[in-house]
T-cell receptor, first 109, second 111 residues
């Protein structure tokens, strides 16, 4: 599975879009990019995943570059409840998710 | 309840005691995973089952740790002779192809 690199932390103003980057330069052609988040004292929560095309759901949008070496998770209107650790994960065969340290997103009023 | 349930939510035990945690996955999910998470770190993979078969174990899973999933339904994780270094959040997840759902975890404190 690809190694992913994320910034340690980011701040975002409430109501603004939060853009969380992830580098996965070693990703292979059949590896999906998954995003999860973890709010304090809870288990990780699925947000979105994609392979090549950009994806959007009710929570977020995922923009994957054409070369698939990086992606950006977009929370269009961040709220205080979006404060969490966000994990970007490359998963090839669905055997397991391998988490890194993630990005601490702090949404501030 | 359609989520992944873990019991207990919190466990405090004395060093040297044995503890057992339970995970009830989403019923139609055939894969079940155990992870461990310490403060400030992402979850670390421990082991996973496909139905009742344990298919992979991490090197983190010392011989004091054992996991079972009888009949491919709920799973238990047992830690024997607990040590202070075992203090962590133990997370369970279940999956069907394309999606993983995590429970809220069991927080273990070894004193």
């Amino acid at each position: 599975d690809a190694k992913t690199t994320q910034p340690t932390s980011m701040d975002c103003a409430e109501g603004r879009a939060a853009n969380l980057p992830c580098n996965h330069s070693t990703i292979s052609g059949n590896e999906y990019v998954y995003w999860y988040r973890q709010i304090h004292s809870q288990g990780p929560q699925y947000i979105i995943h994609g392979l090549k095309n950009n994806e959007t759901n009710e929570m977020a949008s995922l923009i994957i570059t054409e070369d698939r070496k990086s992606s950006t998770l977009i929370l269009p209107h961040a709220t205080l409840r979006d404060t969490a650790v966000y994990y970007c994960i490359g998963d090839r065969d669905g055997n397991k998710l391998v988490f890194g340290a993630g990005t601490i997103l702090r949404v501030k009023s | 309840d359609t989520g992944v349930s873990q019991d207990p939510r919190h466990k405090i035990t004395k060093r040297g005691q044995n503890v057992t945690f339970r995970c009830d996955p989403i019923s139609e999910h055939n894969r079940l995973y155990w992870y461990r998470q310490t403060l400030g770190q992402g979850p670390e993979f421990l082991t996973y089952f496909q139905n009742e078969a344990q298919l992979e174990k991490s090197r983190l899973l010392s011989d004091r740790f054992s996991a079972e999933r009888p009949k491919g339904s709920f799973s238990t994780l047992e830690i024997q002779r607990t040590e202070q270094g075992d203090s962590a959040m133990y997370l369970c997840a279940s999956s069907f192809p394309g999606g993983y759902t995590f429970g809220s975890g069991t927080r273990l404190t070894v004193v």
